[in-house]
């Protein structure tokens, strides 16, 4: 499994990152590529901090199961669903999304020590659970524009 905590390996995915475009065409689902950029980040913040998410009872149920399966090696299934508050319904400015979303990754890299013990839906994370899930997931949605 890569890793963001791998300074290879976390400057490939900033390299993909660089490579999306207005132009880079979706595989699948409705984002455009500014909105992934800017849906990407939301995790990552949930991660360090910078973002709060409510709890609710069906993902307190639901939650640890679902986490098991996104833990594993295999790539995230496409058009998954998403929690609402990730879902972006304005056309961000693509460059500066890129930026923001590399300075994220970056920040994640550099406080991977003080990361978040709580997911609101996943429960308890450790270090190594927060990086496999934010790989797994910058990787899907750089898959869905090529990159």
């Given amino acids: 499994m890569k890793s963001l905590f791998n300074t290879q390996e976390r400057e ?17 689902g409705k984002m455009l590529p500014s909105q992934m950029l800017l849906h ?12 709060k998410l ?6 307190m149920i639901l939650g640890p199961i679902i986490k098991k399966k996104l833990m594993k090696e295999e790539p995230f299934e496409k058009n998954l669903p998403t929690h609402k508050s990730f879902v972006v319904n304005f056309d961000p400015n693509l460059e500066a999304e890129k930026q923001n979303l590399i300075n994220l990754i970056n920040k994640f890299n550099a406080q991977k020590d003080n990361l978040a013990i709580k997911h609101p839906i996943f429960g308890k994370m450790s270090t190594q659970q927060w990086d496999v899930l934010l790989w797994k997931h910058t990787d899907h949605h750089l898959r869905q524009f090529g990159a």
């Avoid at 990407?40 to 973002?51: D, R, T």
């Fill in 54 to 59: 409510h709890r609710n009872l069906i993902f």
């Fill in 12 to 28: 490939e995915i900033i390299k993909r990152i660089q490579s999306i475009n207005e132009n880079s065409e979706r595989q699948w």
């Fill in 40 to 51: 990407a980040q939301a995790p990552i913040k949930v991660s360090i901090g910078e973002l």
